[in-house]
């Protein structure tokens, strides 16, 4: 058994910052659809917007012949329109720290000599940060993500060139990550098998199988009902020989 404690710090963090890119220019912003605007008065849509422009500022409108006809089909952005505004997203160090501690139990015992044995272990693992999902979109917040319990039991047989290795791998669910909105993956367990003889010195014939239950993968947003991902889950086997020298 034992206890571990961490004080963790530099967390990579994605940070989502607001800012123009490219000298990219957003004529819909721009004086000359704002005239338009201004001129056609309350809310014109796009084609009257074109339409107004066509006629008292056609430098700034992009034409197209279609049927024969020179028709109005976009705005041409200046050098002196705002640019456009893009969110942000990128990876950096956060500012925020973290404490985290947790338990760790493993057992392993042997059958006295009938070649049976056992592997167990279970890890608890607990955080001082965590997501609240009853703030909405725009509070800001922060929680480490990947945290949660696991387990491991093994059941073995080893004896006479013989190998045989039943396992369950469990995880319980876990924050996986967030912006304006959490992503959680589901708690999951798959059960793996594998078996080998050692019929010759040497050489070994084997197979195995693994997640021989067809689990399946889910995950949700701040919800249970709010699925995000489902990953249907396939056994999957192989059989072969090795030859050691």
């Known amino acids: 058994m034992g206890f571990f404690h961490k004080d963790v710090s530099n967390f990579i963090a994605n940070t989502t910052t607001q800012g123009p890119l490219f000298d990219l220019p957003n004529p819909a912003q721009g004086a000359a659809v704002q005239a338009a605007r201004a001129a056609l008065g309350g809310n014109p849509g796009q084609a009257a917007i074109l339409a107004w422009l066509a006629t008292s500022n056609p430098a700034v409108v992009r034409f197209e012949t279609i049927n024969n006809v020179r028709t109005p089909t976009g705005i041409i952005g200046q050098n002196a329109d705002p640019d456009v505004v893009f969110t942000i997203t990128q990876p950096a160090n956060s500012a925020q720290t973290a404490k985290l501690h947790g338990f760790e139990f493993a057992v392993q015992h042997s059958f006295w000599d009938t070649g049976f044995g056992t592997i167990l272990n279970y890890t608890i693992v607990r955080s001082d940060t965590r997501y609240d999902n009853t703030l909405r979109y725009t509070a800001t917040q922060f929680a480490v993500n990947g945290v949660s319990d696991s387990a491991n039991a093994v059941l073995y047989y080893d004896k006479n060139g013989v190998q045989v290795r039943v ?79």
């Open 167 to 245: 396992a369950y791998n469990w995880r319980d669910g876990f924050l996986s990550g967030y912006g304006f909105d959490p992503f959680y993956v589901a708690a999951y367990g798959q059960v793996d098998v594998s078996a080998s003889w050692e019929f010759k010195k040497g050489l070994t014939a084997f197979v195995e199988g693994i997640n021989i239950t067809n689990a399946d993968r889910r995950g949700h947003m701040r919800n249970n009902n709010t699925v995000f991902f489902a990953a249907p889950g396939y056994a999957r086997y192989t059989a072969g020989m090795r030859y050691s020298f």
